[in-house]
């Protein structure tokens, strides 16, 4: 073969191996471009959930709720010179002794305290004689985001269970397993969870119960395994499911089916809704 030949062959192997790296390279670049643009398309496509709660929980970390009210409104921060001791909780029932209906829990937030108390000299003399205050957050909150706050304080307050006993039995267990602490207060959902299908851990109020809870047996499922085959043998579904950050866990081992049956009750209780109308 003349060395002419040759040189031609070799220009052409050069020109497809270039091809192969270009299509190579342009492959990747879109892949890359799509996975950075899934956030947007996916809120985009996705029906994503965000209830008054959920917002709720967001907003108090934003105006340093927790910086006085301890993680995730769990109390604990010292409060010199005042009577308790510390600044008190949202959670475990700690409202309930000072906060007796949702206008309270709205003035608290506005004014600092319900105006009774703060026309009260005894109580303006303890608050006084206490190195931390509550804000008062009226200059600073919309009328949206307070029946948001509200909505989360309800949520969170441990007042809100049910009366049937299986289910009561049940919110004992999700309080207990620390349910809450993934699927938002009683169950709002909204908990970030990176390289899930819609980016949050999802909760029992709406859609997306609806969507990946058909019947009992899928509910009692998540429960004891963590996982139902419809999602995790999912070609789309599953590659998500494996991937993401935050995973259900398996409960079986710890629960005994009359346990697993009381908190398949409550789950119920809370996606009937009944109990919404004390959370605002």
Not at 209 to 230: A, H, M
């Amino acid at each position: 073969m003349s060395c002419q030949g040759r040189t031609s062959m070799e220009g052409r192997r050069d020109r497809m191996r270039g091809g192969v790296l270009v299509r190579v390279l342009m492959g990747l670049t879109l892949a890359e471009t799509t996975w950075l643009l899934y956030p947007v398309l996916r809120a985009r496509i996705l029906t994503l959930e965000e209830g008054p709660a959920a917002r709720g929980v967001r907003l108090a970390a934003t105006l340093g709720c927790f910086v006085c009210h301890g993680p995730a409104g769990s109390g604990g921060t010292r409060n010199p010179g005042s009577e308790e001791g510390s600044v008190p909780a949202f959670v475990e029932r700690t409202q309930m002794m000072y906060v007796k209906t949702t206008d309270d829990l709205r003035e608290y937030i506005l004014d600092g305290a319900p105006r009774a108390k703060r026309d009260d000299p005894d109580y303006r003399a303890k608050m006084e004689a206490a190195a931390l205050r509550m804000p008062a957050y009226r200059a600073v909150v919309s009328a949206g985001q307070l029946e948001d706050l509200v909505a989360y304080l309800r949520a969170t307050s441990g007042m809100i269970l049910p009366d049937e006993t299986k289910a009561a039995r049940g919110a004992e267990l999700a309080g207990d397993f620390a349910c809450f602490s993934c699927h938002g207060p009683l169950g709002s959902g909204g908990m970030p969870n990176p390289r899930s299908l819609k980016g949050y851990i999802p909760g029992f109020w709406g859609a997306d119960f609806d969507e990946l809870v058909r019947d009992d047996d899928e509910l009692q499922r998540w429960i004891e395994k963590g996982e139902i085959p419809r999602i995790s043998g999912h070609p789309i579904g599953g590659w998500f499911f494996s991937r993401q950050a935050v995973k259900m866990p398996a409960f079986e081992r710890f629960l005994q089916p009359a346990d697993t049956e009381a908190l398949m009750a409550y789950v119920r209780w809370i996606r009937a809704g009944a109990w919404r109308p004390l959370v605002r």
